[in-house]
């Protein structure tokens, strides 16, 4: 705040007759242009500092209401221009521009406060060991590596050593509330940062906590929510009795309808409704919505659980230690129960109860069935349910964060290389499984039916040929060429960066080699700040497309058993043929998987005062057609896209030269 001088003799007097009182008037300093007359009844103590208080705010129900200062308690404050304060209490909080805060039981910071940055969660683990040091910019990354590289105590050792820096720069003894905030019917905040547009209405109770919001990204917290020792990211959203206890909210998550949350991280675009978390590592895309619903000591996300789902993390023996992973795209049916220690492969669906520890990892896209008190197991089967397709597409148009506000890297590829990679680590699994036939198969905690592990097979082939087709068409499709040479000059790999193991960093697909990379960087102090950190992902993110197609044309290489510097017009010919079969074959199998959408069974219910006439129209009223539902055109325009494509590609190919 600028040029600002003590109170007039006049003002202060005028104040006096206005209901206002203070320990010292010296001690209040005001804008040039202040005018006293919207200051009334008001207590001031302490340094204080008043903008212009003029501007005109609405009320709930249209009411209009005047800037200004009423019936309010205020000790060393900065209050900025066009603000209305009302019937509160505030001690020790810079308040910015045009600012409603009205009907606050207190609004104070209470000694020194970092606001929720350098709180401990502890996730996975109740007891501890594997605790996520919070910050307000921290991303989901950064928590993975302090949550899951234990095994490098030089790394984390680093990582809070950073954090710890960063939270010694926003501690302070004064709170802060941005420009255009909305504060209004709320019991007791005590201890908070708030941004810019934040907008808290409602809320019970906060403590010692960091509200993050912008303009483009503003958080709101309503009625009946409760935090404590809490960071809220941009976009956030807890209300309707949401209840959190160190916990991260990250940007566009939304907690309501009273879930309950304790040491808990919620990253981008997850949602807790009804039911609750303790020591939950929620990545991105992680959906409850029901009561009956616990997460607990669990890693998980792009994540859809089932009502009742539940895990137990105590064997009764040296506590709540026991952790769960369920990689990303896993789905729990309701009712499913799983005892960890247990790992589940990435885009798994989880049907019954579960107690043998299993660990698929190596075997993605499968179903996980209980069929008396055993885990069955049917390798890839998820692959054709059109539900993991209609997820990646939702993932997909639900990631509206620009790269310039978001903090999370978030990649919802279906298939990647870390994805392929599972699969091929899959099929070898299986193939030297089935090299000893039996009707029945145990594997890490599981059973496996021999005609499940080859229909298994299959399905993982077939996806791994349908993938290299889909990224290889598209790269010539879009490209122009006139030989063989210029062909495999647009083929041939950037570098040999991407080669090699990737892993999912909670939403980011990157290859292992980078990751250590970063590890190493951060143990020896090159990376030794947050905005290094944040910057290394984006960069990673920012070269995913040429890292994953250096590794896939790898993969390619393997598949024809030739490098590509010696590919010919016939591999590729051939290549694009068997891949189209693929992709058809994939296809029709959701196609198939939908229709089950629209069989008799599924009419149940439908016409409820008629006959059959009558129930089928009231479901096609309701549910549509199969022939015309969107899924089903998307498919059929799929297949038609990539028959297109493949027959251009072809003709393209038949016209340069052999090699």
């Not at 928590?143 to 809070?160: C, G, S, V, W």
């Not at 885009?347 to 299993?358: D, E, L, N």
């Not at 964060?401 to 299986?430: A, C, H, Q, W």
């Amino acid at each position: 705040m600028t040029l600002l001088r003590p109170l007039s003799s006049s003002e202060i007097s005028q104040l006096k007759k206005q209901g206002c009182s203070a320990t010292d008037w010296t001690s209040i300093k005001v804008r040039e242009s202040f005018s006293a007359e919207r200051i009334v009844n008001v207590l001031f103590s302490g340094k204080i500092e008043v903008g212009n208080p003029e501007g005109e705010f609405t009320l709930a129900g249209g009411i209009p209401a005047p800037g200004g200062i009423y019936n309010a308690t205020l000790h060393n404050c900065r209050i900025g221009n066009q603000t209305r304060i009302a019937n509160t209490t505030i001690a020790n909080y810079n308040i910015g521009n045009h600012c409603l805060i009205e009907q606050v039981g207190e609004l104070v910071t209470d000694g020194v406060s970092s606001f929720g940055n350098g709180t401990e969660v502890n996730v996975l683990n109740e007891t501890g060991s594997r605790e996520v040091v919070i910050y307000d910019g921290l991303s989901v990354q950064t928590a993975y590596l302090q949550a899951f590289y234990r095994h490098r105590p030089a790394l984390i050792k680093q990582l809070k050593s950073i954090i710890a820096k960063y939270t010694a720069q926003v501690t302070s003894t004064t709170g802060t509330i941005g420009d255009n905030c909305r504060i209004v019917r709320c019991g007791s905040l005590k201890n908070l940062r708030i941004g810019d547009s934040a907008s808290i209405e409602g809320a019970t109770k906060l403590v010692n906590g960091t509200v993050q919001s912008s303009a483009e990204l503003p958080a709101h917290i309503g009625d009946g929510a409760m935090a404590d020792h809490f960071i809220m990211a941009k976009g956030a959203c807890m209300e309707s009795g949401a209840m959190v206890s160190h916990a991260f909210v990250g940007q566009a998550v939304h907690l309501a309808r009273q879930f309950s949350a304790v040491h808990s991280l919620f990253f981008s675009y997850s949602q807790g409704e009804h039911g609750e978390t303790c020591a939950a590592f929620a990545g991105p895309f992680t959906v409850t919505h029901h009561k009956s619903t616990l997460l607990i000591g669990g890693y998980y996300s792009f994540m859809n659980a089932g009502s009742g789902t539940n895990q137990s993390n105590h064997l009764y023996r040296l506590g709540p230690i026991h952790q769960g992973i369920l990689e990303r795209g896993c789905k729990t049916g309701s009712d499913s129960y799983i005892m960890w220690p247990s790992r589940v492969g990435a885009f798994s669906m989880i049907v019954g109860k579960h107690t043998r520890h299993a660990d698929t990892a190596d075997l993605p896209f499968s179903y996980l069935v209980e069929n008396k008190k055993e885990t069955y197991l049917m390798p890839g089967a998820t692959l054709g349910n059109v539900g993991t397709i209609r997820d990646a597409q939702k993932w997909k148009k639900r990631n509206t964060l620009s790269d310039e506000v978001r903090t999370d890297i978030i990649n919802s590829n279906l298939f990647s290389p870390y994805t392929l990679g599972k699969i091929l680590r899959g099929l070898e699994i299986l193939k030297e499984l089935q090299s000893k036939p039996s009707d029945l198969y145990l594997y890490n905690g599981v059973r496996i039916k021999g005609y499940s592990l080859g229909k298994g097979i299959a399905f993982y082939e077939n996806a791994i040929l349908k993938h290299l087709g889909d990224r290889l068409m598209k790269r010539l499709s879009d490209a122009l060429f006139s030989s063989m040479q210029e062909v495999k000059q647009i083929l041939k790999p950037n570098s040999d960066e991407g080669l090699g193991e990737w892993i999912d960093i909670a939403g980011a697909i990157v290859p292992k080699a980078k990751a250590e990379a970063l590890v190493a960087d951060i143990e020896s102090g090159k990376i030794n700040t947050t905005e290094k950190l944040d910057s290394y992902w984006k960069e990673l993110d920012a070269a995913y497309d040429v890292m994953s197609w250096n590794w896939l044309i790898n993969l390619t290489e393997q598949h024809l058993g030739k490098n590509v510097a010696v590919w010919t017009r016939s591999d590729l010919t051939q290549l694009v043929n068997d891949s189209l079969d693929a992709i058809v074959k994939f296809d029709r199998q959701l196609l198939e998987d939908t229709r089950k959408e629209f069989s008799p069974e599924i009419q149940t219910g439908f016409g409820i005062d008629g006959n059959n006439k009558v129930k089928d129209a009231d479901f096609e009223a309701v549910r549509g057609m199969f022939e015309n539902h969107p899924m089903v055109n998307y498919i059929r325009e799929h297949i038609d896209i990539k028959r297109q494509m493949a027959e251009t590609l072809l003709i393209k190919l038949e016209e340069i030269g052999q090699s």
